[in-house]
């Protein structure tokens, strides 16, 4: 016999139990598996255009303080129309997602960068400026 909550979930439609889904994959946490010290050799390649000290922008903004804040809403950096109406909330599964396909995630941002296809990659990286960006 089902219970009254499987009743009521068993009544969702498949695409909103989809949508579920792939939001808590989106935000799970893409750096729990990572490993910073092999992210700090990736994050060289960032920083060509990124620093991730505080107030220190390059040709990319910085990334100091990145988890939690609202995409293009440093106010000492120019972001493209594209980023400042993404919606983004930098979390570990959304920079893993921009990370991988930056041009995909939101298209006709300014980044030139052709993205970092390897998750694990991306998870060191992404363990390393969970540490360094703070």
Not at 2 to 13: D, E
Not at 103 to 109: E, G, I, K, R, W
Not at 115 to 133: C, E, F, N, T
Request: glycine share 8%; charged share 20%; net charge positive.
């Amino acid at each position: 016999m089902m219970s009254m909550r499987t009743r009521r979930l068993a009544r969702w439609p498949t695409w909103v139990v989809a949508l579920v889904a792939a939001f808590v994959a989106m935000t799970a946490t893409a750096g729990a598996d990572g490993d910073a010290a092999r992210g700090e050799k990736r994050f060289e390649d960032c920083a060509a255009c990124h620093s991730i000290e505080r107030g220190v922008n390059g040709l990319g903004p910085t990334l100091y303080g990145i988890f939690g804040r609202k995409a293009g809403e440093l106010s000492d950096y120019h972001f493209s129309p594209a980023l400042k109406r993404s919606g983004i909330i930098w979390t570990e599964g959304t920079l893993d997602t921009f990370i991988a396909d930056s041009q995909a995630t939101v298209p006709a941002n300014r980044m030139p960068y052709a993205g970092m296809p390897d998750a694990a990659d991306r998870a060191d990286l992404i363990a390393y400026l969970q540490k360094a960006a703070k």
